[in-house]
């Protein structure tokens, strides 16, 4: 009952979050099995094959900006586009865009800095890293710090401001035709804003956090 009524009284953002994670953890361990009963002569086909072949281009994508720790980084790299993927698309499905929360953004924010810091701290030891902070004059260390936090931050920002402009967007249409937008809103406005954009977005945010975390880790 504890759980419910936690639950009952979350947003609809949070709850959507909610929703599409277990959804996504459901949806992966079904797939998962599916591959794992592939024998090596199987020809793989339907969502199979698409999962494969989606596995494999986010492999290739990471390989050729983590030359040595990719295999590291991808499953979490992996994890972050295909929650985002879905969460930008959310409304698709019924749900309210959990990106359209600020708290929710935000928290993308801070999972952003700390996996940059901590993998760099971890990967080139602590006394390099504040060396690399301080480069090329430790007076410099205040203003380095400051775009290693902006950044992050930024990217959070973009995510809750792209996906909330898309929403006043559909409801200024919305507005201004009543009725007679409906059509073209389901036709026009939701695959532009919420497939198109969306995914964008998710792989916008896929590529800086991968930059920023590339040359944080490697030489």
Do not use: C
């Not at 928290?107 to 971890?122: P, W």
């Amino acid at each position: 009952m504890a759980i419910i009524e936690f639950y009952v009284g979350l947003s609809a953002s949070l709850k959507a979050s909610l929703v599409i994670i277990g959804a996504l953890m459901l949806g992966m361990v079904i797939i998962g099995q599916k591959v794992k009963k592939l024998e090596y002569t199987d020809v793989p086909s339907g969502i199979v094959l698409l999962s494969v072949q989606f596995v494999e281009l986010v492999n290739n994508m990471m390989h050729d900006f983590f030359k040595k720790y990719w295999k590291q980084f991808t499953p979490f790299m992996f994890t972050i586009f295909v929650y985002l993927i879905f969460a930008n698309t959310a409304s698709l499905w019924g749900l309210t865009t959990p990106m359209s929360n600020i708290s929710i953004a935000i928290s993308f924010s801070v999972l952003a800095f700390s996996t940059i810091q901590l993998s760099a701290l971890v990967i080139k030891n602590p006394i390099r890293r504040t060396k690399e902070l301080m480069d090329p004059h430790p007076l410099f260390l205040p203003i380095n710090l400051i775009g290693e936090i902006s950044t992050p931050f930024a990217m959070g920002l973009r995510l809750f401001g792209n996906l909330l402009s898309g929403a006043i967007i559909g409801l200024i249409v919305y507005g201004l035709t009543s009725w007679a937008g409906i059509l073209p809103g389901a036709l026009i406005i939701h695959p532009i804003f919420d497939v198109f954009f969306g995914i964008i977005q998710a792989y916008v945010f896929l590529i800086l956090l991968t930059i920023f975390l590339s040359m944080a880790i490697e030489e």
